[in-house]
């Protein structure tokens, strides 16, 4: 895994940063790459790229790599999990390979292919390349939303460029990219604790690519010319006759083993829950000797919510002695988890979106210091297969209601700070610029829009939770694990798995029994139902692995520290949450995310 930035100019002025620049904005994200480095300029374009080195570690992987004649230049981040079908179309069309690295076969395809190539690729990316010839560049992001990136055009010394990063602090390096914030984006953090909102960042004009989004801009005139398009899922790969049991246990066995090729070190998290419990079964009958992670709070800590902070690591080990995986524990103490917190902040450049991406970091810190690069883990099951009781039985008994306004009632189902609360939580100035949360509902009526079939309206709301919910998911792993120099890597987020479940029937993922007892990932519980413990099998879904409802409290006073806070919050807003931390929770941590937040970038 890696990161990369780019800076390109439009018509015909010279890029208006120099190599030292380059390296200075590359180099923020050296923890996405500590491996190799490399910059690639020419009068109207410049990249750097971080290596985090997976597959063929020499140094002839080394990016930015541009074919041949020049013509085509590209920055990578991410893996293939059909590299050797691309490679065996390539072959066959005579093209030569120089390395055994994915960033050559996809740039290869890019060279035969262009633009089409994209559907063709199986795997987590995000890239960019750059077509000196055309003048032109695409930035590209899988459909999952697995791999992040976010650019900005705007003026630059009387012209136009192209600024891109793996991550905004990269952009914002850039020295004539402006840090603002965009107050429709942070008003909408408070709501849904989501750091994007459609194309939005938290930063003013600084865009992130969606899901399966590509922009290409022309780049010759004075003005860039600019389209986007979306690559989709694939049709499902399912043989007739095949039941929902067999395909999916085949889907999730043929993406893990495709997610284990690596010439580093591999390992799983393992949470106890189904999910990475059903990875970490298939990867330990790959994989001799596999390692296996837990990170949770420590025993000691009192229950919250009648739910023992334990349970996770319980769990876990019970999975580990039925596959005899060689299991650890990373523990996450009060302490610890404020640390943690005030400097991923500080380092991301943005605020947390849970409270668990301090654990997933402290796991991935523990199995690098252990020799291990890559890791498994299960993210996606429950937005694919139906594992969210409590908002698919609202979203049940709205479909039931017929009300026609599935997007909004989506953002009243899932809210941290209600829509009424936000002009007593927002300042007045703040409150006027972010239009009175007009974007934020019209981004989840179009959001919905976009996945509605009208064939079966609870597929359409879980279509939705995969849309939202797992970009911003997969965001949190891609960045709580890469600031330790880990690859996380997602084998039932994967577009082949994402198309079978989506073709599946809700019988077969969500249902409400006559007595009104609901059975969630129902196909997926049926097809590891053997081979796992039975009490992981049957588990519920499980919330945050940590107190912090108790632990916010302690980093209180940067609300009143941060001049950001005190602009954008009320007064009675921060006193509120300051008499009662562990009462306001749901207000706290925003609210707190947002001070340090702001305190990183505005004092």
Known sequence: MCGFVGVVACGDRSVSVSERDVVAMRDRLTRRGPDDAGVWLDSHAAFGHRRLAVLDPTPAGRQPMATEDGRFVLVYNG??????????????????FRTACDTETVLRAIEAWGSAALPRLRGMYALAWYDTFERRVVLARDPLGIKPLCWWLGPVDGGVELVFASEVTGVLAHPSVPARPDWVTVSAYLTTIRTTLEDRTLFENVRTLRPGEQVELGLGGTEPRAKAAIVTLPPPERSDGADATRATRAAIEGSVRAHLRSDVPVCTLLSGGLDSSACALIASRELADLRSYCAGASEDEAPVGGVAQSEDFAFARLVSERLGTRHAEAVVSRELFGERWRWMVGEL??????????????VASRLRADGCVVTLSGEGADELFGGYDAPLRMAAAHVASGDAD???FQLLAAQWTALEQKPAVLSAGAWRACGGDSELVASYRAAFERVRTGADPLSDHLRFHRLVNLEGLLRRLDTATMLASVEGRTPIADVRVAALAESLPMRDRFVIAGDGTARTKIVLRAAFSEDLPREVVERPKASFPLPFQRWVGDQIGVLRQSAFAREAFTPEAIETVCADTEKSWTLAWPMLNLAMWGQRWWG
Request: proline share 9%; net charge negative.
């Open 406 to 408: 599935p997007g909004v």
């Open 349 to 362: 450049g943005v605020p947390l979106s849970t409270p668990n991406e301090t654990a997933i970091y402290e």
């Open 79 to 96: 893996e293939l999990y059909n590299d050797a079908e691309v490679r065996g179309e390539l072959r066959a069309r005579g093209v030569r």
